[in-house]
Antibody, heavy 121, light 108 residues
Framework: QIQLLESGPGLVKPSETLSLVCNVS??????????WGWVRQPPGKGLEWIGTIYHTGSTYHNPSLKSRVTMSIDTSKRQFSLNLSSVTATDTAIYYC?????????????WGQGTLVTVSS | SYELTQPPSVSVSPGQRARITCSGDALPKKYVHWYQQKSGQAPVLVIYEDNKRPSGIPERFSGSSSGTMATLTISGAQVEDEGDYYC???????????FGGGTKVTVL
């Protein structure tokens, strides 16, 4: 059974960079029918797609986050990462790492438990 | 930017049918997927590709799509079906992905 586990600081100061890592177990991070992504949820609000990354390293991110998002993947470590720069209080959210299933319109078929990141001085 | 529109809330009596809609301009050409999120938990996929049900999801959950609107139906809603439901799809570029704003389902 696949497991996705997010890790990283729970508290980040404004203007600094939020960094999270997702460790993948129970599945190959390089398989051809899945790729990987990040979703966040501010407290009491809805879900927001952050970005997706393929095992090749190709990435796509939400245009609303402009150029603040950087994602990477390390297949040898079976992990992928998210960096979000210049954070403000509005970036406070539960951050989920996810697996997406390839298809005509890909979908998230598995989610990590999520990790709360608070932006505060 | 592309948007998917859902009603903020839906109420239903136990055993009755609940319908949650999701509208978006790209839906005639893109599939919709649906997620259930209970309080304090990660979302769970309940319908993918408009109308397919993952294993383990009760048969009372079904989906359909026509034109610019997709619908999630809970036939014979149970108290345990309470939660927030989100639709998810992509824009016509097939690159940028988006969630609907979410619908809070109350069963009482």
């Amino acid at each position: 059974q696949i497991q996705l586990l997010e890790s990283g600081p729970g508290l980040v100061k404004p203007s600094e960079t939020l960094s999270l890592v997702c460790n993948v177990s129970g599945d190959s991070i390089s398989n051809s029918i899945h790729f990987w992504g990040w979703v966040r949820q501010p407290p009491g609000k809805g879900l927001e797609w952050i970005g997706t990354i393929y095992h090749t390293g190709s990435t796509y991110h939400n245009p609303s986050l402009k150029s603040r998002v950087t994602m990477s993947i390390d297949t040898s470590k079976r992990q992928f990462s998210l960096n979000l720069s210049s954070v403000t209080a509005t970036d406070t959210a539960i951050y989920y790492c996810t697996r997406l299933r390839l298809g005509a319109t890909p979908w998230f078929d598995f989610w990590g438990q999520g990790t709360l990141v608070t932006v505060s001085s | 930017s592309y948007e998917l529109t859902q009603p903020p809330s839906v109420s239903v009596s136990p055993g009755q049918r609940a319908r949650i809609t999701c509208s978006g301009d790209a839906l005639p050409k893109k599939y919709v997927h649906w997620y259930q999120q209970k309080s304090g938990q990660a979302p769970v996929l309940v319908i993918y590709e408009d109308n397919k049900r993952p294993s383990g999801i009760p048969e009372r959950f079904s989906g359909s799509s026509s034109g610019t609107m997709a619908t999630l139906t809970i036939s014979g809603a149970q108290v345990e079906d309470e939660g927030d439901y989100y639709c998810f799809s992509t824009d016509n570029t097939a690159v940028h992905r988006v969630f609907g704003g979410g619908t809070k389902v109350t069963v009482l």
